[in-house]
C-alpha cells in the first residue's frame, strides 16, 4: 500500500502565497515522477508542474515565473510554492506519484485526495 497525502490549500487574496506540501508513504520501492495538476469546477483535470528524479521540472506556462516545485527524493515529498496568485489559480490542487512497490516491483500510478485553493480578487 501506497498512500499520497496533500496540505496546505487554503483562500488568499489575488497576489498571495500559498505552499502546498505532498508526501507520499508506504511500500515504496522508488518514487520516479512526482507532479501537482489541478481542477477547476466545470474543467478538465490540468498539470501544473511535475518533477522527474532527475530533478528537472515541467511546468504549465500559466504558472511559469509564479510557481516553484521542489521535491525531497530522500523523504518522498514534493511542495509547490505558489506566488502571485490570481483568481484564476482557483482549483482543487492533486499531488500525483509515480513509482514501484517494494517487494513485488509493480508500477503505482497514485493521487491525493486534493486540497482546495480559493484566490479571492
Known amino acids: 500500500q501506497v498512500q499520497v497525502v496533500e496540505s496546505g490549500g487554503g483562500l488568499v487574496q489575488a497576489g498571495g502565497s500559498l505552499r502546498l506540501s505532498c508526501t507520499a508513504s508506504?511500500?515504496?520501492?522508488?518514487?520516479?515522477?512526482m507532479g501537482w495538476y489541478r481542477q477547476a469546477p466545470g474543467k478538465q483535470r490540468e498539470l501544473v508542474a511535475t518533477?522527474?528524479?532527475?530533478?528537472?521540472?515541467n511546468y504549465a506556462d500559466s504558472v511559469k515565473g509564479r510557481f516553484v516545485m521542489t521535491r525531497d527524493n530522500a523523504k518522498n515529498m514534493a511542495w509547490l510554492q505558489m506566488d502571485s496568485l490570481k483568481p484564476e489559480d482557483t482549483a482543487a490542487y492533486y499531488c500525483?506519484?509515480?513509482?514501484?512497490?517494494?517487494?513485488?516491483?509493480?508500477?503505482?500510478?497514485?493521487w491525493g485526495q486534493g486540497t482546495q485553493v480559493t484566490v479571492s480578487s
Open positions: 500525483n506519484a509515480i513509482g514501484r512497490y517494494s517487494i513485488t516491483l509493480t508500477v503505482f500510478d497514485l
Open positions: 518533477t522527474a528524479t532527475n530533478m528537472m521540472t
Open positions: 508506504g511500500s515504496i520501492f522508488s518514487l520516479n515522477t
